[in-house]
């Protein structure tokens, strides 16, 4: 079945980057665009940015541009968001979404979340 | 950035009985290519989101029939015919036509 597998959960001193990985199985990886959506503890859904696993392309949320990167391998089926510079209000659980079959702004599958918390 | 607001913040509601929430985007959502990029998602709890309405009117694959999207332009409902207690969690709303966006979410509790 279709489904993405984040990676585990990551503690960051501010001021540090963090990597977040989200492996994709189940169908052609370069066919279909990987979201980022963030969430802090009780709080709404904040979205980051997306990336074309195929050509590499990617567009970034106005708030996290010059923060994040997006990036893919794709001989690994496997996205990445890179934040740096974190400080205590990126402290949130990071999703990966993929583009869904039927509409490309709807999101589905989602990974199961990465919890980073920053905190000295 | 477009916002996008949601009312009411929280509901609670008997099950079998119909529930309702407005989304109300501070732009038009209409596209030029015909399409408005609105659509409903459910987190339940200590899931991640999944995908029930999508441009506005279309239930994602699997979504029962109960739930239902409807509007246009600025203002959109998402309502369920009757809750089960299956339906408890917070309901977003997001539109796609410019960037991305989400409301503040809906939280749904059974009586």
């Known amino acids: 079945q279709v489904q993405l597998v984040q990676s585990g959960a990551e503690v960051k001193k501010p001021g540090a980057s963090v990597m977040v990985s989200c492996k994709a199985s189940?169908?052609?990886?370069?066919?279909?665009?990987i979201n980022w959506v963030r969430q802090a503890t009780g709080q709404g859904l904040e979205w980051m940015g997306w990336m074309n696993p195929n050509s590499g392309n990617t567009g970034y949320a106005q708030k996290f541009q010059g923060r994040v990167t997006m990036t893919r391998n794709t001989s690994i089926s496997t996205a990445y968001m890179e934040l740096s510079s974190l400080r205590s209000e990126d402290t949130a659980v990071y999703y990966c979404?993929?583009?869904?079959?039927?509409?490309?702004?709807?999101?589905?599958?989602w990974g199961q979340g990465t919890l980073v918390t920053v905190s000295s | 950035d477009i916002v996008m607001t949601q009312t009411p913040l929280s509901l609670s509601v008997t099950p079998g009985q119909p529930a309702s929430i407005s989304c109300k985007s501070s732009?038009?959502?209409?596209?030029?290519?015909?399409?408005?990029?609105l659509y409903w998602y459910l987190q339940k709890p200590g899931q991640s989101p999944q995908l029930l309405i999508y441009e506005v009117s279309s239930r994602f694959s699997g979504v029962p029939d109960r739930f239902s999207g409807s509007g246009s332009g600025t203002d959109f409902t998402l309502k369920i015919s009757r809750v089960e207690a299956e339906d408890v969690g917070v309901y977003y709303c997001?539109?796609?036509?410019?960037?991305?966006?989400f409301g503040q979410g809906t939280r749904l509790e059974i009586k």
């Open positions: 732009q038009s959502l209409l596209h030029s290519d015909g399409k408005t990029y």
């Open positions: 979404a993929r583009e869904s079959t039927v509409t490309t702004q709807g999101f589905d599958p």
């Open positions: 189940g169908y052609t990886f370069t066919s279909y665009d």
């Open positions: 997001m539109q796609g036509k410019h960037s991305i966006t």
